[in-house]
């Protein structure tokens, strides 16, 4: 039998157990530590939301709240390991975007729509595009007239084939009709590295670079993947006034096994909610150039469908391929 149909058939034999509890397990829930599993390692982004999310969680549930760290894979280590979980609202996960895109990327042994449960949304964060300051480019409008009159000979670092960075340009290059060269590096730093050198033309980086790069001139910021201009930062357009429809941020969220009793994934839902509201926790998107994002249950689960989608064209579009895992 393969892994795929053992791990399926555990994660409906563990529905059908479950789901006549699910009333109790809602009355008494929480009745005991719940974890956060994490499949990033430690420092990054999503680390640091999620053990800040797991203090506010344990003051408003009274339970305490346990990081679960299984790195590895793109995170296929971590959601493989919740989705065989029992769905009791104990056991749940910090996803990002790789969550959305992996389903075209790998061959995965479960379906990402059926083996999860949508709870809440954290929040989003914006990339920005980047020049050297020897660049001519002073705009986006100038940067696409640079690249269309220069084909193949601009270059785009990013952090490795099929990373959240390569997706972007990938799509971005589609959309406006752009022959650059993309160039994979072993990790965003020696990407980010290679920009601020001026070995390479253009490159999307996190806005929560802009502090360390931008005012002291090493790089210039042209604009925004996120739809509208960042808060933090009005004055940079929005990439998608240059190029009508591009938009792509980095998201968190957090999911638990399929089968979750609903009055369970209300109370978590409106208490991550509250979380995400606190001046601790907004002022940690605020440094990721980030924001809070309210989209909970079926909501949410709407927009992972959509990014799901979204991915899938653009891993198509850029013939993406990675290698197994």
Not at 273 to 294: D, H
Not at 298 to 308: H, M, Q, R, T
């Amino acid at each position: 039998m393969k892994r795929r149909e053992v791990l399926g058939g555990a994660l409906i034999a563990a529905s059908t157990t479950w789901a006549p509890q699910a009333q109790a397990q809602a009355q008494s829930f929480p009745n005991k530590p719940i974890r956060i599993v994490l499949g990033f390692p430690p420092g990054g982004s999503s680390d640091a939301f999620a053990r800040l999310l797991g203090i506010k969680l344990s003051e408003r549930l009274g339970q305490p709240v346990i990081m679960d760290t299984r790195p590895g894979a793109s995170g296929i280590i971590a959601s493989e390991h919740v989705a065989g979980s029992a769905p009791d609202g104990h056991t749940l996960m910090l996803v990002a975007t790789s969550h959305t895109a992996n389903p075209s990327l790998y061959r995965l042994r479960y379906e990402t729509e059926k083996a999860f449960t949508p709870i809440a949304q954290l929040g989003a964060g914006a990339f920005m595009m980047v020049v050297p300051p020897s660049s001519p480019a002073k705009n986006m409008k100038d940067l696409i007239e640079l690249a269309h009159a220069n084909p193949g000979k601009l270059t785009m670092p990013h952090g490795g084939v099929g990373t959240f960075q390569h997706m972007i340009s990938a799509m971005l290059l589609n959309m406006a009709g752009l022959d650059v060269l993309l160039v994979p590096y072993k990790g965003g730093a020696p990407a980010l590295t290679d920009i601020v050198g001026g070995n390479s033309q253009l490159s999307l980086n996190a806005l929560a670079h802009y502090p360390t790069y931008v005012p002291s001139g090493k790089l210039r910021v042209l604009g925004v993947t996120s739809r509208e201009r960042a808060p933090a930062y009005p004055d940079i357009p929005a990439i998608g006034e240059t190029v009508p429809g591009y938009e792509a941020e980095s998201w968190w969220g957090i999911v638990g096994p399929a089968g979750m009793p609903k009055p369970i994934v209300d109370r978590l839902a409106t208490e991550i909610t509250s979380a995400c509201n606190s001046p601790e926790m907004l002022e940690a998107f605020k440094k990721e150039g980030g924001r809070p994002v309210k989209r909970t249950g079926a909501d949410f689960g709407k927009y992972l469908s959509n990014e799901i989608n979204k991915w899938a064209k653009v891993v198509k579009d850029g013939k993406i391929k990675v290698e197994p895992v």
